[in-house]
């Protein structure tokens, strides 16, 4: 079974605006602020999801018995992703991705950015052709509070097998995130978002291609 070069590293640091720590951000390939609606490219699978008064919001549907999830294709593999997010009653938010078809001897997602309001970590993702051998692993993870009704930016970085994920409230320390893995350096073809309960608001997305 493929195991963490990191595991568990996470802490907080003062931070007035947020600045990638694994490379520089290059040309700008993607922003959306959902003024005049969803996307295109977008497409949701479970879930409700719809862009009201310049925000996305997000809500689990209970009859789905499926956290909401949704997509934005967008293929790449290193880069830069910054997004602003905040509870309106949700459990829990998930910003992630999936591997390209065929480049890893696995099926599931690849890896996740988890918050609730109670926690932030890093997850790889378990391979579902083999639960038992390869399931869900924390590689980072950090007890917080996210009030409810509170704007955060998130920022992540992926370059080659290394992640960070900073999170930075309105007020007060941001929260840096770092794990690596062998299986992260491949192709990923969308950006995946999940929303865990009754609510979770999205706005400003901005995808960086890395400077080279």
Do not use: Y
């Not at 922003?31 to 949701?44: N, R």
């Not at 830069?80 to 078809?101: A, N, Y």
């Not at 290394?162 to 999170?167: C, E, H, M």
Request: with cysteine; hydrophobic share 45%.
């Amino acid at each position: 079974m493929i195991r963490a070069a990191l595991i568990l590293f996470a802490f907080a640091f003062n931070a007035s605006a947020l600045e990638p720590q694994l490379a520089s951000r290059g040309k700008l390939i993607f922003a959306h602020d959902f003024a005049k609606g969803l996307p295109q490219k977008w497409t949701a699978q479970f879930g409700d999801w719809k862009a009201v008064d310049g925000v996305l919001r997000a809500r689990q549907i209970p009859a789905d018995n499926h956290g909401a999830a949704a997509r934005r294709v967008l293929e790449m593999q290193d880069g830069v992703f910054e997004l602003r997010f905040r509870f309106t009653g949700g459990k829990g938010f998930h910003f992630g991705f999936d591997p390209k078809r065929g480049t890893l001897k696995k099926k599931g997602h690849l890896f996740s950015v988890i918050v609730s309001p109670a926690m932030a970590k890093i997850m790889k993702h378990v391979d579902k052709s083999k639960p038992k051998e390869d399931p869900n692993e924390d590689l980072a993870k950090v007890a917080t509070k996210f009030p409810a009704g509170q704007w955060n930016t998130l920022l992540l970085e992926k370059v080659g097998n290394r992640v960070t994920a900073q999170i930075q409230p309105p007020k007060g320390k941001a929260i840096l995130l770092r794990a690596e893995h062998p299986t992260f350096h491949v192709p990923t073809p969308t950006l995946v978002f999940r929303c865990i309960g009754d609510g979770i608001e999205v706005d400003d997305i901005k995808v960086w291609q890395v400077a080279r």
